[in-house]
């Protein structure tokens, strides 16, 4: 047998996958509801390479969309790095969305697209990593953390030891990682 190429399906995922066949037993509303999330989380993903282009080229934005052009404006104003890896292991990296270390503080911004409750966590882990990757404790440096969603931005100067547990965390999970890779799992 000769199958079909689809070369042009390299890389892509259907939404009616058979990995993920959980979608078999949806009904209509859940399938609407799954289809619907979808195509908001590839439109989030084109306006955060909009602000991140926009933010390379040093282009401001108008007020159309509230938090995204507050968010762009914001990290140009602040002389933010936009899209910046944070790296402690292969176990453990991210990459923040804006970013910068001036004056000893840090600023990490997120753009938020969804309409879902978002918690400032995911920034509090993106600190932890910064301080380890770069050598700073937390309790030496100003911390601020935005969230810029809707018509909202949530802002945040989180305790240093919040950053702290974080960072232990980090560690020793990390470390527990290493023990099972080492152990085959």
């Given at each position: 047998?000769?199958?079909?190429?689809h070369s042009s399906l390299e890389g892509k995922h259907a939404f009616l996958s058979p990995s993920n066949y959980h979608w078999l037993g949806y009904t209509?509303?859940?399938m609407e509801a799954r289809y619907i999330a979808s195509v908001a989380s590839r439109r989030g993903t084109d306006l955060h390479n909009l602000a991140h282009e926009a933010i390379r080229l040093n282009v401001k934005l108008s007020k159309g969309n509230q938090a995204l052009s507050t968010y762009v404006n914001d990290a140009i104003g602040y002389k933010m790095s936009t899209e910046q890896p944070l790296f402690y292991s292969e176990n453990c990296f991210g990459t923040a969305d804006a970013i910068s270390f001036r004056r000893n503080k840090l600023r990490i911004h997120d753009l938020k697209?969804?309409?879902?409750?978002?918690?400032?966590?995911?920034?509090?882990?993106?600190a932890a990593l910064f301080c380890l990757e770069?050598?700073?404790?937390?309790?030496?440096?100003?911390?601020?953390?935005?969230?810029?969603?809707r018509d909202d931005i949530r802002i945040e100067e989180p305790h240093p030891d919040t950053i702290n547990d974080i960072i232990t965390k980090i560690?020793?999970?990390?470390?527990?990682?290493?023990?099972?890779k080492d152990n085959d799992y």
């Open positions: 047998m000769i199958f079909n190429q209509d509303e859940k697209t969804g309409f879902t409750v978002t918690s400032m966590k995911q920034l509090q882990v993106y770069y050598g700073y404790a937390p309790q030496d440096i100003e911390i601020e953390l935005r969230i810029y969603q560690m020793e999970f990390d470390h527990q990682i290493e023990i099972m």
